[in-house]
């Protein structure tokens, strides 16, 4: 709960610090007496601190304005975009899993070799490069020169792959980093030495006996990913026209849409902090130690 405050009180200071939210909301050549009608009637004539007491109260009650452009409630806006955030979300969080938990366990266990190497050199390249740029790759590779799926739209499973291989791709380069910086120290350890000269095989090894024991900062950066995913999701929502909250947040931020950005960062926030205490959760599970601190 002090997280979600703290961010909530961060978007109500960020919206502000741009200047005055009632000449932002307003053609430039508003007549100022229709502005100041306007900033009475929003509420941003009072003083920060009434404003900012007020909002913590629309917060708290769900009341967090409307679309100034056709007057229907900011949350109904953003919740009716929510789905499709969430399946593009969802889908590209087990993606970047499954592609940088396995990755990264290859890596470790032929370290200093040349597979090492190379998934070392490409997880550097996808790592350094901007979502965006991954994203027109992709569309360029399979949209254009192989034509095999569609470059933008919504409707079929088809239209989900490219915008979850872009952010699978790119948020599972960092999950492939630090998977295979853990492996690679867990499997130095004695225990595994001794699994080896039981006979026990490669997969029993790695799978069993190492990967449960470097679970802990795999599953922290599962966490952290999460917050990028959703930030990469305001790009690639835009570049394959995928009609999500990140899309909307683009939209409502040029034409100047104060409540519906508010909403969108909150519950945002809200997700990625959810997120987070899961994550934190299941260290506790797999490591027992943890519990003592």
Partial sequence: MITLWIV????????????DPT??????????DIVEMYRQKWGFDQPIPVQYFTFLGDVLRGHL???????????????????????????SFLTAIV????????????????VDRLISALLAVVHAMPNFLVGLLLMLLFSVALRWLPSSGYGTHWHLLLPTMTLGLWGGATIARVTRAAMIEVLKEPYIDAARARGFTLFHRVVREALPNAAVP?????????????????????????????????????????????????V????????NLIADVLCVIVNPALRKR
């Fill in 8 to 19: 909530v009180s961060a978007v109500f200071f960020a919206l502000r610090a741009t200047g």
């Fill in 23 to 32: 000449t932002m909301l307003l053609p430039d050549d508003t007549p100022t």
């Fill in 65 to 91: 304005g409307v679309s100034y452009v056709d007057g229907r409630s900011a949350i109904k806006v953003v919740f009716e975009r929510l789905p499709s955030t969430l399946l593009l979300g969802a889908t």
């Fill in 99 to 114: 592609f940088g938990v396995s990755i990264g366990v290859i890596a470790a266990v032929y370290h200093r070799k040349v």
């Fill in 218 to 266: 795999i599953i922290t950066i599962l966490g952290l990913n999460a917050g990028q995913l959703f930030a990469g999701a305001v790009i690639t929502e835009t570049i394959f026209a995928w009609p999500g909250i990140g899309r909307l947040l683009v939209t409502a931020a040029a034409s100047r849409e104060v409540a519906i950005v508010q909403v969108i960062l909150i």
């Fill in 268 to 275: 945002v926030s809200a997700i990625i902090v959810s997120i």
